[in-house]
T-cell receptor, first 110, second 113 residues
Framework: GQSLEQPSEVTAVEGAIVQINCTYQ??????LSWYQQHDGGAPTFLSY????GLEETGRFSSFLSRSDSYGYLLLQELQMKDSASYFC???????????FGTGTRLQVTL | EAQVTQNPRYLITVTGKKLTVTCSQN?????MSWYRQDPGLGLRQIYY???????DKGDVPEGYKVSRKEKRNFPLILESPSPNQTSLYFC????????????FGEGSWLTVV
């Protein structure tokens, strides 16, 4: 089966940079994606990495190392509205099967 | 506006009473999927569909059925709900899994008593 590990909680101050790591064990790996979920809301797609390297989208970047079975989400210039849960998810097989991590709760403080 | 619409948003039902949670998307997406979210367990995939009449099991399919008769609709059926199916359910769709943006519905809170 698949398993993913990410920290359960992270705290950072407004304006800072935070990195949320995700390690995974899986067969038939296809890609790693990241989602944001505010309390009471639906998950929102943030980014996807199918190949090794860094993908940048505004203040958010995501990195993948397939050889290390590792990825991270980097959030820069943190804002209070970034306080949310962040999930990594691996796609396997035909890329349709998505397995999520248990999520990292990010608290941004003043 | 791109939307994934689920109904009902909130439901309390009794054990054994069949229910259906509907899901509809207006983006002509091929891929649709159902997830359940439970505290401490994250999101777990129940079923997914790559296109009309093509469905496959996710990680936790037991106790659920799905159908994909039309591209826009992907209902989740609980034939005989049990209390362990009390959860928050999300439907999602995308044009291409993995690389393209995956859109989630607003979620359906289901309580089985």
């Amino acid at each position: 089966g698949q398993s993913l590990e990410q920290p359960s909680e992270v705290t950072a101050v407004e304006g800072a940079i935070v990195q949320i790591n995700c390690t995974y064990q899986t067969s038939g790996f296809y890609g790693l994606s990241w989602y944001q979920q505010h309390d009471g809301g639906a998950p929102t797609f943030l980014s996807y990495n199918g190949l090794d390297g860094l993908e940048e989208t505004g203040r958010f970047s995501s990195f993948l190392s397939r050889s290390d079975s590792y990825g991270y989400l980097l959030l820069q210039e943190l804002q209070m509205k970034d306080s949310a849960s962040y999930f990594c998810a691996v796609s396997t097989g035909t890329a349709s099967k998505l397995t999520f991590g248990t999520g990292t709760r990010l608290q941004v403080t003043l | 506006e791109a939307q994934v619409t689920q109904n009902p948003r909130y439901l309390i039902t009794v054990t054994g009473k069949k229910l259906t949670v509907t899901c509809s998307q207006n983006m002509n997406h091929e891929y649709m999927s159902w997830y359940r979210q439970d505290p401490g367990l994250g999101l777990r995939q129940i079923y997914y569909s790559m296109n009309v009449e093509v469905t496959d099991k996710g990680d936790v399919p037991e106790g659920y059925k799905v159908s994909r008769k039309e591209k826009r609709n992907f209902p989740l059926i609980l034939e005989s709900p049990s209390p362990n199916q009390t959860s928050l359910y999300f439907c999602a769709s995308s044009a291409l899994t993995g690389a393209n943006t995956i859109y989630f519905g607003e979620g359906s809170w289901l309580t089985v008593v």
